[in-house]
């Protein structure tokens, strides 16, 4: 399963060659993870998804120019990759028909009272497997 995100572009996002920015393209990414993060909060009183992460690592694959219109674009985001004190997200900024970029981002639960790192709770773990790529799944890629 994978999540979708409606992303608005912004005059703002263009750079001087009258395309989104690489920069902005993060921005996007970022939008449409939290989008993400606040829908898999469970909510009822459990802490699930309620505590802060960090970005360790970003990889981004730049395929097509995105120009200024005022239709959204579609960020499509889904996990490749659950361990005990990460999980690494995959994700597609497209249309029905053009591929703009593909991108991974490796993020990490966060403690920010204790101001370091935490493990993966089992209920998030549990949560995550809905949205994993079954490709990614079977190579192996799951540590939980």
Known sequence: ????YSCPLRW???????HVNNAVFV???????????????????S??????SV???????????????HAPVAVELWVTKISAASMTVGYEVKDED???LRASTVVVPFDFTEGRPRR???????????????AAHQRGAVAV
Request: hydrophobic share 35%; proline share 4%.
């Open 47 to 52: 802490p699930s998804f309620t505590g802060g």
């Open 27 to 45: 921005r996007y990414l970022e939008e449409a993870r939290i989008d993400f993060m606040h829908r898999l909060a469970p909510g009822d009183g």
């Open 120 to 134: 993966l709770t089992a209920e998030e773990k549990t949560i995550l497997k809905e949205y994993l790529d079954d």
């Open 12 to 18: 703002s996002d263009m750079d001087a060659f009258g």
């Open 98 to 100: 053009t591929l703009y």
């Open 55 to 69: 970005v360790a690592r970003h990889e981004i694959d730049y395929v097509r120019p995105l120009v200024h219109r």
């Open 1 to 4: 399963m994978r999540h979708l």
